[in-house]
């Protein structure tokens, strides 16, 4: 009886679990990962994340897919939230965002994704091919921000 009420009480008091924030966490394992529409504060926090972006990075995806990650387009291979072509794109992406997944220990993740049309990457992927290219600012002509009003 003791120990019960002991137990109960250790639950009510216990401190609410964190979910971690490693990087293998907030891949392909969490349910935020899996949420294919709308925006998020991004789940890529790694080298080439910078918060500042955020409005921008916004302001691309609702102009690029209305915030949705499984986008295609019909009239060629853009995909994904921001539209990367897919056909030019894919290889490339794994590429650039190797370096930095194999210092994480998601080598075996990231070099899955180059069977995997974009648009079936998860947010936290898709995030983070975006922050890679952005590059603080070297690749935002792969945007036409003009047009975009970004």
């Known amino acids: 009886m003791i120990l019960s009420i002991f137990m109960s009480v250790a639950v009510i008091v216990s401190p609410v679990v964190q979910i971690p924030q490693s990087h293998e966490y907030r891949t392909a394992h969490s349910e935020a990962a ?74 075996d993740e990231i070099e899955e994704l180059r069977n995997k049309p974009i648009e079936n990457w998860n947010r936290y992927w898709q995030d983070a091919a975006f922050y890679t290219v952005w590059a603080n600012g070297k690749g935002a002509k792969h945007w036409n921000l003009t047009r975009h009003r970004c």
């Open 34 to 107: 899996q949420d294919w529409k709308g925006f998020e504060p991004s789940l890529y926090t790694g080298k080439w994340f910078d918060p500042k972006l955020e409005n921008q990075r916004e302001c691309i995806s609702f102009r690029e897919s209305r915030h949705n990650y499984r986008a295609r387009s019909t009239v060629s291979s853009a995909a994904g939230t921001y539209q990367f072509l897919d056909n030019s794109w894919r290889d490339s992406l794994v590429w650039m965002l190797l370096p930095e997944a194999k210092k994480v220990g998601l080598q």
